[in-house]
């Protein structure tokens, strides 16, 4: 039972542009949301994170929206960069509980 | 720096072999993670401590094992009993509890001979 759903396999943006990268949950037991990054042979870099009492957090370029209603969180890349280019990963857990469930990812390649 | 240090970075088993893969954190952190990554998919936990001489079983625990004598090391052992070892595995910690991010180390990927 796949628990955190990342739908897109891969996404192509030009640079500058934006990138939104998006993930679904189904365990309304997750109250902690977690962005990751990663190229290949290395392990995933921490992005950016967001608790289930917010629905925006900013860090820089980067912007994560949740819609808790709908259990659907969102990546925004403001404005994308080829050194962006990278697998993401969403993640979720249960505050109190510090594992992790992580998506499947989404392949990112930003074209010059 | 502080951070995660896996070895190797590569490593390869005979059949029927068990194989010992290290992590080592010098972070401070409480809480270590041991998970698997396979083509095209995400990452599954194996196994997980969150203080010493403790840890629990993740989605994946068959066919492996961990100990937990010190804070700043959690080795796992791929066994003969794990039928699919080939993968990447990444060992991770975090200041434990929930709410925290896990960081994690480069990797080591195991490949059968």
């Known amino acids: 039972d796949q628990q955190v759903k990342q739908n897109s396999p891969s996404l192509s943006v030009q640079e500058g542009r934006i990138s939104i990268l998006n993930c679904d949950y189904t365990?309304?037991?997750?109250?902690?949301f977690l962005w990751y990054k990663k190229y290949p042979a290395e392990g995933p870099t921490f992005l950016i994170s967001?608790?289930?009492?917010?629905d925006k957090n900013e860090d820089g370029r980067f912007t994560v929206f949740l819609n808790k209603s709908a259990k659907h969180l969102s990546l925004h890349i403001v404005p994308s960069q080829p050194g962006d280019s990278a697998v993401y990963f969403c993640?979720?857990?249960?505050?109190?509980?510090?594992?992790?469930?992580f998506g499947q990812g989404t392949i990112l390649t930003v074209h010059p | 720096d502080g951070g995660i240090t896996q070895s190797p970075k590569y490593l390869f088993r005979k059949e029927g072999q068990n194989v010992t893969l290290s992590c080592e954190q010098n972070?401070?952190?409480?809480?270590m993670y041991w998970y698997r990554q396979d083509p095209g998919q995400g990452l599954r936990l194996i196994y997980y401590?969150?203080?010493?001489?403790?840890?629990q079983k993740g989605d994946i625990a068959e066919g492996y094992s961990v100990s937990r004598e010190k804070k700043e090391s959690f080795p796992l052992t791929v066994t003969s009993a794990q039928k699919n070892p080939t993968a990447f595995y990444l060992c991770?910690?975090?200041?434990?509890?929930?709410?925290?991010?896990?960081?994690f180390g480069d990797g080591t990927r195991l490949s059968i001979l």
């Open positions: 991770a910690s975090s200041r434990g509890g929930g709410g925290q991010p896990q960081h």
């Open positions: 365990n309304s037991m997750f109250d902690y």
């Open positions: 967001i608790s289930s009492i917010k």
């Open positions: 993640a979720a857990s249960a505050l109190g509980y510090g594992k992790l469930t």
């Open positions: 972070l401070n952190h409480d809480a």
């Open positions: 401590s969150q203080i010493v001489n403790d840890f």
